[in-house]
T-cell receptor, first 115, second 117 residues
Framework: NAGVTQTPKFRVLKTGQSMTLLCAQD?????MYWYRQDPGMGLRLIHY?????TTAKGEVPDGYNVSRLKKQNFLLGLESAAPSQTSVYFC???WGGGGRTDTQYFGPGTRLTVL | AQKITQTQPGMFVQEKEAVTLDCTYD???????LFWYKQPSSGEMIFLIY??????QNATEGRYSLNFQKARKSANLVISASQLGDSAMYFC??????????????FGKGTKLSVKP
C-alpha cells in the first residue's frame, strides 16, 4: 500500500517548455487535489477532481491543466512553463464524505524549477 | 470567503515543555472542519488532528490537542512534552462541510516550530 505517489520528485524546465506531473493513489479515493506551495505561503489549491472524469478549478488554476481519466491517477500539466511556476507541487487524495475520517493524504511533493 | 490566520511565523520551545500554536479562522458557514498538518524538513505533509465545528469536546490525538474556541473562532494546537522531532512547519486548515458535500481545504501560512534541547 503505497498511499499517494508523485512522479517526478524533481524537475528543471526552461521557460516555455511543457511537462506533466503524475499523481497516483491506491486507496480507492474519489477526490484528488493538486496544490502548490511557495516560500512563506501555505498550500494553495490549483485544481481538484471529485471523481473519475471530473475536474474543477481551485484558487490558482491559471497556467495549469489537469485530467482524471482513471480513478487512481490525476495528472497536472504545464503547457508553457513560466518562472512564476517554480514551486513545490503536492498531490493529495481523500474519500470525500466529510467529517473526521475524511482527511487528505498527501504525496511527497515535486520540486519544480523553471529557468 | 474562508480564511485561516496563523500569526506566529516562528516559535521556539524547550524540549519537554508544552507549546501552543495559534490559529484563527473566518467563515460564515456553520458546519466546518479544522485540521492541523505537520511538515518536517523532509517536506511531506502529515495529518495531526481534526475538530468538527459541532464537536463538543476538544480533539486530542496523543500529545496533540486542539483548543477549540468557537465563539472566538480559534483552533489552537497544543503540543505537550515537546520532542526534538516536533521541529517542523505546522499548518492550520479549514474545510466547509455541508451534509454530503464538502468544500476544499484552506490553509494558513504556517508556523515554524523549533524545539531546543
Amino acid at each position: 500500500n503505497a498511499g499517494v505517489t508523485q512522479t517526478p520528485k524533481f524537475r528543471v524546465l526552461k521557460t516555455g517548455q511543457s511537462m506533466t506531473l503524475l499523481c497516483a493513489q491506491d486507496m480507492n479515493h474519489e477526490y484528488m487535489y493538486w496544490y502548490r506551495q511557495d516560500p512563506g505561503m501555505g498550500l494553495r489549491l490549483i485544481h481538484y477532481s471529485v471523481g473519475e472524469g471530473t475536474t474543477a478549478k481551485g484558487e490558482v488554476p491559471d497556467g495549469y491543466n489537469v485530467s482524471r481519466l482513471k480513478k487512481q491517477n490525476f495528472l497536472l500539466g504545464l503547457e508553457s512553463a513560466a518562472p512564476s511556476q517554480t514551486s513545490v507541487y503536492f498531490c493529495a487524495s481523500s474519500w470525500g464524505g466529510g467529517g473526521r475520517t475524511d482527511t487528505q493524504y498527501f504525496g511527497p511533493g515535486t520540486r519544480l524549477t523553471v529557468l | 470567503a474562508q480564511k485561516i490566520t496563523q500569526t506566529q511565523p516562528g516559535m521556539f520551545v524547550q524540549e519537554k515543555e508544552a507549546v501552543t500554536l495559534d490559529c484563527t479562522y473566518d467563515t460564515s458557514d456553520q458546519s466546518y472542519g479544522l485540521f492541523w498538518y505537520k511538515q518536517p524538513s523532509s517536506g511531506e505533509m502529515i495529518f495531526l488532528i481534526y475538530q468538527g465545528s459541532y464537536d463538543e469536546q476538544n480533539a486530542t490525538e496523543g500529545r496533540y490537542s486542539l483548543n477549540f474556541q468557537k465563539a472566538r473562532k480559534s483552533a489552537n494546537l497544543v503540543i505537550s512534552a515537546s520532542q526534538l522531532g516536533d521541529s517542523a512547519m505546522y499548518f492550520c486548515a479549514m474545510r466547509v462541510e455541508d451534509g454530503g458535500s464538502q468544500g476544499n481545504l484552506i490553509f494558513g501560512k504556517g508556523t515554524k516550530l523549533s524545539v531546543k534541547p
